[in-house]
């Protein structure tokens, strides 16, 4: 729990009129990695928002109750968020919709309300596996939201303010909430040893998972960029250039988060800095309800 520090949604404006399709100019690459996260989290965070509801009436805790709703209201405000992006990324001849339809099928019935398949589980059962995957994937966020408030190369190359705007805000959040799911997890998972195992469990389908939908995800944006017009592929050798340039976090710096993950004594609050977290969402543009553009009614929220 945050121990009295308050999780709350912000209400925020971003304008993508002047966004650039290759938002880190010269670093198509590097662009499309982290765009991925467009990809993702619209279904994504719709769906830890659906868990945690079906969860709520298993919370015993009034201070956890509170920052489970706070968590809950930044990610339906984080989903809204990134799906204006996706209709940027369409305005600008990029359609997304042919992979995004495999990532709704995953969250939608893969990890729906109902066990897929026919599988024989409890409804009890089948909510706690959710949950564990809930909190494996923001143990990925966090890390995530870290780098991307510490990764100074990117301002280096002169990037579009109002895409690393979103991207330093949204990060900022996730270290906010870092120890929500988890100590909803924890709360919810049932007695030990079964809540270890299913924490285990959860990590080992998350990550393997989102590392296919991360690289699947680069590649279909890099190879359906009206811009490229199929001079590039995404490749490891590109990703690795973009990472030692700071660009991208490097391999050792996510993989390191899940032996952490691992540890019985684990705790998320071990992740990132709150600090740095609250300071830039206090300096963020779209946090303080200012915008580095005029505002744009269809392509901003508020």
């Known amino acids: 729990m945050t121990d009295g520090y308050r999780i709350a949604p912000r209400r925020v404006n971003f304008d ?14 590097a662009t499309h990695v982290i765009n991925v996260l467009h990809l993702l989290l619209p279904a994504g965070e719709r769906w830890f928002v659906k868990v945690f509801k079906e969860a709520l009436p298993l919370v015993r805790n009034e201070a956890l109750l509170k920052d489970v709703k706070g968590f809950m209201g930044q990610e339906a405000t984080h989903s809204v968020q990134h799906s204006y992006v996706l209709e940027h990324l369409a305005h600008q001849g990029l359609d997304t919709a042919a992979y995004t339809r495999h990532v709704d ?3 939608d019935v893969l990890l729906g309300e109902r066990p897929p398949f026919g599988l024989r589980v409890s409804d009890r059962t089948w909510l706690r596996f959710r949950l564990s995957v809930v909190a494996a994937t923001e143990q990925f966020t966090a890390v995530l939201g ?40 924890q ?5 030990e040893p079964r809540r270890y195992a299913r924490r285990l469990l959860g990590m080992a389908i998350t990550a393997p998972v989102l590392t296919y939908l991360w690289a699947a995800g680069a590649s279909y944006l890099i190879r359906h960029d009206p811009r490229l017009a199929g001079r590039l592929r995404y ?34 609050s071990q992740e990132g800095s709150l600090s740095r977290a609250v300071s830039y969402l206090a300096a963020s ?16 929220a508020s």
Do not use: N, Q
Not at 187 to 191: E, T
Not at 242 to 256: H, I, M, N, S, Y
Not at 285 to 300: L, Q
């Open 235 to 268: 490749t490891l050798g590109h990703h690795k250039k973009a990472v030692d340039k700071g660009l991208l976090p490097t391999w050792r710096e996510l993989g390191a988060a899940i032996p952490r993950y691992l540890r019985r004594s684990y705790h998320p």
């Open 105 to 107: 099928f995953l969250f």
């Open 187 to 191: 709360h919810c998972g049932g007695d």
């Open 146 to 185: 870290d780098w991307v408030l510490r990764a100074d190369a990117l301002d280096r190359t002169d990037p579009d303010p109002v895409m690393l705007d979103l991207l330093r805000w949204h990060g900022a959040e996730e270290v906010e909430h870092r120890a929500v799911a988890f100590d909803m997890y």
């Open 285 to 300: 543009p779209a946090a303080r309800g200012t915008e580095s553009r005029e505002h744009d009614g269809g392509a901003a």
């Open 16 to 29: 993508w009129r002047e966004t650039p399709l290759h938002w880190i100019p010269g670093e198509p690459t």
